[in-house]
């Protein structure tokens, strides 16, 4: 649909969302910029691509609530779905890019580490929904099409 709409178009709808979520009219046209880069190096995106593309199961901005950890959690997934093998995956979008001068690979290292406990209880909430089935997490990084897979959650 993004390819087939007119930019301004684009725009505007988009300037319209980011007004009806609180963002201050003297912050529209930043977020306008970050909001169409992420989205354009998504769709030109390799990884962006496969995220997006049709799956079995998917879902986007799939609300759960279970108990972790002996705790009632409510969480919010931002795209989930169950590839090719049978995996289920359950991606975290961020917002996040490389300062100039930043390793890829330190910056996704660190991104890894602080999202890690996040990911675990999506996964365990998804887990109790789907015993027995394959379940991975990863973050998203739609300003570079950067993927870092979360491991070391949880293991069936």
Known sequence: LWAQTDVEQRKQSLRRQLGNMGVPASEHDKALE????????TLSGKTGRWIMQDHDQSACELALTGLVGGKVTHAVIDRTFVDSQGIRWVIDYKVSALKTGESRDRFLADKQKLYRAQLASYQQLLQQLEPGREIRTALYFPLFDGWCEVTETIKN
């Open 34 to 41: 970050t909001v169409v880069n992420a989205i354009e190096n």
